[in-house]
């Protein structure tokens, strides 16, 4: 069986800029995806590409089987998008908008309408049906949007940051719906900032920084990859801040993150147990007072800022 | 569904949303219908004692029909732009349908509009003593010849809108040179009163060969205002007109077209 989706050296480039430099991804057939990065790591680019919005300098990319470049037709007959902005229209009811959408896929007009119907109650927004969208709450508008992507069954659903300023509520439905969709069997590329997000939601993680594939695999292998366990220890007193994060330099396997409000640093380790022991004698030994030393195993957000290590220069993708 | 008749029902369809649109903003009903109304009584009224009182006014609605549909042609403007801005373009490409639906579709909603605009022109013509005195198949083909024209003004306009890099560059953009356009011709004073260089401009100015060929299908003609000046376009104002109108499409159609395909790679 063809995977959903399968691009291979991806490459766009505006001017001098590279958005996208050489990016390969696979989604397998009913699976989903996590495409995750900071802004501007060219998460938006990818997903202009795989929807035929954008044509690529270089590279090889099918989707549902068709060419983006010379069978556009064909992919946009098997995806369904919905947009980091919500690309509903403003000026129309959601009922309005989801015929409109219906009909641009080919439906005939009485299918069309039945399919409206359809989504707006699996969608909760009945009650809202025949409201101008310019009234709907952020959260009602992205589930039309979600729905606007759904309307004529693609098989392949691309979602470009679904949960983006989406209060938790809104979040939790966006994620129930995704994971319904996948029970019926479509195939999913979402984009994600939230390392939360795709932990939950998706099969496979491809994090991009820059325009270049930096990891990929599981939640848990990408976990795995970083270091075993995540090492906390809080000082009593201020002044032995700079200590701490000096002897959790030594010991840890990556850069020690500080809190200052709270004294507390923590760092990514090995051998988690070994660790400790070994950063309590050095923090002993420079007359330390530790109030509180801790070990977890460690967060996805820990993966994500070492793999994408780097100050956030605003940039956009 | 061949996929012309596809493109026919998705024309249709993005001129239904767009009119959609129009029904719920009161911007464009102003400009659409208050506008022209202003216009006739303003330059009716203002002017028109001057100028020949009753006599004038019945020369001066060609002037304001036509440019009341230049004018519309800034609705494409801003209508293509914002929906470029706010994405509304990006979500139409990325469904199964042609460009051409969206530029049909749009340039198709924006002659509805044209239309009734000029129901209201004529409407308010009515009130102030303007009469059509020629046959009613004269009377067909003037609106004809506006209709055309207008529908040509409506490509010019989505160009402007396509390669605009912002809805308020386009508004400005798409209203800047039509103010020129429309006083430059015959739609307010003989263009043989103007001195030697604009004269010339005003008598090959399509808007002109449209105002005449109008006013003359109307059986609007002035004595003393219309004056033969014996220039070709003057002579041949129907033909210019039709062949401008035609011009402008053929030429217009193609740029946009292609403009419509080029926002894409941004």
């Not at chain 2, 100015?205 to 609007?220: E, K, Q, S, W």
Request: aromatic share 6%; hydrophobic share 50%; glycine share 8%.
């Amino acid at each position: 069986m063809t995977a959903a989706v399968e691009a291979r050296g991806v490459v766009k480039s505006y001017k001098a800029h590279r958005a996208l430099d050489g990016v390969d991804l696979t989604v397998p057939t009913g699976t989903v995806l996590g495409l995750l990065g900071p802004n501007g790591a060219g998460k938006t680019t990818m997903v202009r590409v795989l929807t035929t919005l954008l044509r690529p300098d270089a590279g090889d990319v099918r989707v549902a089987g068709y060419d983006v470049v010379t069978q556009s037709a064909d992919v946009r007959r098997s995806i369904g998008l919905s947009g980091q902005y919500a690309a509903v229209d403003e000026s129309l009811t959601g009922y309005e908008n989801l015929y409109l959408v219906g009909r641009l896929y080919g439906l005939k007009a009485a299918a069309a309408r039945a399919r409206a119907r359809e989504l707006l109650a699996l969608f909760r927004l009945e009650q809202a049906a025949s409201r101008l969208l310019r009234t709907y709450s952020g959260g009602m508008r992205r589930r039309l949007d979600l729905a606007g992507a759904l309307v004529a069954r693609p098989a392949v659903v691309v979602l470009d940051e679904p949960t983006t300023g989406l209060d938790p509520r809104s979040r939790l439905d966006t994620w129930e719906m995704v994971r319904r969709l996948v029970d019926d069997g479509a195939s999913v590329l979402l984009t994600t900032q939230y390392l939360e997000e795709a932990d939950h939601l998706a099969d496979s993680i491809v994090v991009i920084d820059r325009g270049r594939v930096v990891e990929r695999g599981t939640s848990d292998e990408l976990k795995a990859r970083v270091g075993s366990e995540r090492l906390e220890i809080v000082v009593a007193d201020h002044a032995d801040l700079p200590a701490l994060t000096r002897v959790l330099a030594e010991v840890g396997a990556a850069e020690p993150v500080v809190d200052e409000h709270l004294r507390r640093a923590h760092v990514l380790v090995h051998v988690g147990p070994k660790t400790l022991v070994e950063a309590l004698k050095r923090l002993d030994a420079q007359d330390v007072r530790v109030l509180d030393v801790s070990l977890h195993r460690p967060k996805l957000d820990d993966v994500f800022l070492m793999l994408t290590d780097r100050a956030d220069d605003g940039e956009d993708s | 569904m061949t996929a012309v008749a596809k493109v026919a029902v998705d024309g249709w369809m993005i001129a239904w949303r767009n009119l959609l649109h129009v029904r719920r903003s009161v911007d464009w009903a102003f400009a659409a219908v208050v506008q022209p109304v202003m216009f006739v009584l303003l330059f009716g009224f203002v002017f028109g004692g001057l100028l020949g009182g009753a006599a004038y006014r019945e020369y001066l609605l060609a002037g304001i029909l036509v440019q009341t549909l230049a004018f519309n042609s800034a609705f494409t403007v801003i209508g293509l732009s914002t929906d470029l801005r706010k994405g509304f373009i990006d979500r139409l490409r990325s469904l199964p349908m042609s460009g051409v639906s969206v530029m049909v579709g749009r340039t198709l909603s924006d002659l509805a509009v044209s239309v009734v605009a000029m129901l209201v022109t004529c409407l308010c013509g009515l009130l102030i003593g303007w009469r059509v005195r020629g046959s009613f198949l004269d009377a067909v083909l003037a609106f004809l010849v506006l209709l055309v024209f207008a529908f040509a003004m409506s490509w010019i306009g989505a160009l402007i809108g396509l390669i605009s890099p912002s809805p308020e560059a386009a508004q400005s953009a798409g209203l800047i040179w039509l103010t020129p356009l429309t006083f430059v011709s015959s739609g307010f004073v003989p263009e043989e009163s103007m001195p030697g260089p604009l004269r010339v401009i005003a008598e090959w100015n399509p808007l002109t060969a449209v105002i005449n060929a109008v006013r003359g299908l109307f059986g609007n003609t002035v004595p003393g205002l219309d004056v033969a000046s014996g220039s070709w376009p003057d002579d041949h104002a129907s033909a210019y007109a039709w062949l401008s109108s035609l011009l402008i499409v053929a030429v217009f159609v193609p740029l946009s077209m292609r403009a419509y395909r080029r926002v894409a790679a941004r």
